[in-house]
């Protein structure tokens, strides 16, 4: 695991407990992809409509979060067959939100920076983001 994926997933267990909020993988993704901290990354999303402990947050606020922090995203998805890891692994350079049925998580420089280990579900799309 990396060093940016223990600081985030730390962030967000302190989150968890201090006020038990969950659901941290638009807030990780996003945190990631801008080289911002959890805290500022779960307020830009609360800005955007993101409710704590609730289901998740949407794509588009996702979306509209990451250009509130200066990144610009495809507004086309790339189809993508296979996992997360996989995609990673055949993707050295570049930053990417890959999307799953009910979760997202950010792939940096062929790095899956993500909470859940083991990551094995099947991509839905995939979003290019550049800074």
Do not use: W, Y
């Not at 994926?5 to 730390?10: A, M, Q, S, T």
């Not at 909020?21 to 307020?43: D, E, M």
């Amino acid at each position: 695991m990396s060093k940016t994926f223990n600081k985030l997933n730390k962030a967000a267990a302190f989150h968890s407990q201090r006020d038990g909020s969950r659901n941290h993988c638009a807030v990780i993704a996003l945190a990631a992809a801008a080289g911002v901290s959890f805290g500022k990354a779960a307020t830009v999303l609360r800005d955007m409509g993101r409710k704590d402990n609730t289901v998740g947050t949407s794509v588009s606020a996702l979306v509209c979060g990451a250009t509130k922090l200066g990144l610009k995203v495809s507004d086309k998805a790339m189809v993508v067959s296979g996992t997360a890891q996989r995609f990673a692994a055949n993707t050295p350079e570049g930053m990417f939100f890959v999307i799953t049925t009910g979760h997202v998580a950010c792939v940096k420089n062929g790095e899956l920076v993500d909470h859940e280990q083991g990551f094995r579900k099947k991509i839905v799309a995939v979003l290019e983001i550049s800074a």
